[in-house]
């Protein structure tokens, strides 16, 4: 089973980027796709996705609120994906969340990441 590591959270000002690190030992053997997600600080929030990609880079998915601000990315000899976040905004501000995305449905989860963007 994958899984994922997470790395690269921290607070930034708005306008502002974050590079985030997920590594996932041998992740090209065990899954299809990989991804981010996260969690707002609101109780009773759900994991929403923003940002995936398959195993062999073909395709990648986001979610309509950060396309054109992050790019998902993966470097394979190295088990790792990267979130690039630029032009970071308050609404932004949330716990993140590397996946893997299990052989017949569902996601193995990382430890997650806090990002703070302030205004």
């Known amino acids: 089973q994958v899984q994922p590591v997470e790395s690269g959270g921290g607070s930034v000002q708005a306008g502002g980027s974050l590079t985030l690190s997920c590594v996932a030992a041998e992740y090209r053997y065990r899954t299809n796709s990989m991804a981010w997600f996260r969690q707002f600080p609101v109780p009773g929030s759900e994991r929403e996705a923003v940002?995936?990609?398959?195993?062999?880079?073909?395709?990648?998915y986001y979610r309509d609120s950060v396309k054109g601000r992050f790019t998902i990315s993966q470097d394979i000899p190295k088990n790792t994906v990267y979130l690039q976040m630029n032009s970071l905004k308050p609404e932004d501000t949330a716990m993140y969340y590397c996946?893997?995305?299990?052989?017949?449905?569902?996601?193995?989860w990382g430890q997650g990441t806090q990002v703070t963007v302030s205004s």
């Open positions: 940002a995936e990609i398959n195993i062999d880079g073909t395709t990648t």
């Open positions: 996946a893997a995305e299990k052989y017949g449905g569902g996601w193995t």
